[in-house]
């Protein structure tokens, strides 16, 4: 950040405080930028996530919280709806990810819905006291009519 005149301000500023002009920069594409992480694993998680609702939603702010950044919940959302989300995503484990859930009444149509959403090829089956019951993979969906209830149950 550069200030007019070299200038230092002696307090801290808000948006409103300053006027942000557009610049050029070396970085020719967003391509350019590398947000891998130092930890050796290759993580490529942003640091701030944008206020956008489809973006910055619940999944993408317990993502980005366990790698150290921050999601910035969208101002259009109600007020007990981001506390919820807060309290939710500080609820999470630190380091192993939320699994996916199924009950045992779904069908395997949902769960060939939801194991993509995971790098780890599955989904876990629980009971009404959250208690898992078994795991689903799609080999345990292969030749199985998609509207019947998941093969663990």
């Known amino acids: 950040m550069r200030f007019l005149d070299g200038q230092t301000p002696a307090a801290d500023l808000t948006y409103s405080d300053v006027f942000l ?32 609702t489809a973006v910055s939603g619940r999944r993408m702010a317990e993502t980005v919280a366990r790698r150290g950044g921050l999601a910035v919940i969208p101002q259009d959302i109600p007020i007990d709806v981001v506390a919820e989300v807060v309290d939710w995503v500080k609820q999470r ?6 699994a996916l859930t199924l ?14 959403k995971r790098a780890y090829g599955a989904v876990v089956v629980v009971d009404a006291d959250e208690r898992p019951v078994g795991v689903v ?7 199985v009519d998609r509207y019947t209830r998941s093969p663990t149950s």
């Open 21 to 52: 002009v557009p610049n050029r920069s070396d970085v020719a594409s967003r391509l350019d930028v590398d947000l891998s992480s130092s930890d050796g694993t290759g993580t490529t998680v942003p640091l701030v996530v944008a206020n956008m």
């Open 93 to 98: 484990h630190t380091v192993l990810e939320t």
């Open 103 to 116: 009950q045992p009444h779904d069908t395997v149509l949902d769960a060939l819905h939801l194991i993509p």
């Open 137 to 143: 993979t799609p080999a345990d969906c292969a030749g």
